[in-house]
Nanobody, 120 residues
Framework: QVQLVESGGGLVQAGDSLRLSCAAS?????MVWFRQAPGKEREFVAA????????NYVDSVKGRFTISRDNSKKMAYLQMDNLKPEDTAVYYC????????????????WGQGTRVAVSS
């Protein structure tokens, strides 16, 4: 059973930064961040391969968000810079065998989510 626990969310102002963390019980899975804003579907944000060599981002966060991982600590991170009000959502960490898939249904393991709110 893969367990994932997110942390690091909070309330910030536009332009601020936050770093989300995902503690995993495994280190040999691709790690993915999704987000879900109120009334909207869960949206792919970023993914990183199991090795950490390859990353994948949704266009709206490219240049602002950076996904990384530390396999020795079984941790994944999402550094979010220059946050915008439209980044407000619950952010979920997921694990799976592929870092290229952007559909939430493709990932079997999920954390409970951490809330990010960005005020203008």
């Amino acid at each position: 059973q893969v367990q994932l626990v997110e942390s690091g969310g909070g309330l910030v102002q536009a332009g601020d930064s936050l770093r989300l963390s995902c503690a995993a019980s495994v280190s040999n899975y691709a790690m993915v961040w999704f987000r879900q804003a109120p009334g909207k579907e869960r949206e792919f944000v970023a993914a990183i391969s199991a090795s950490g060599i390859t990353t994948n981002y949704v266009d709206s966060v490219k240049g602002r968000f950076t996904i990384s991982r530390d396999n020795s600590k079984k941790m994944a991170y999402l550094q979010m810079d220059n946050l915008k009000p439209e980044d407000t959502a619950v952010y979920y960490c997921a694990a799976g065998t592929s870092w290229t898939l952007r559909r939430a249904e493709a990932y079997a393991y999920w954390g409970q989510g951490t809330r990010v709110a960005v005020s203008s």
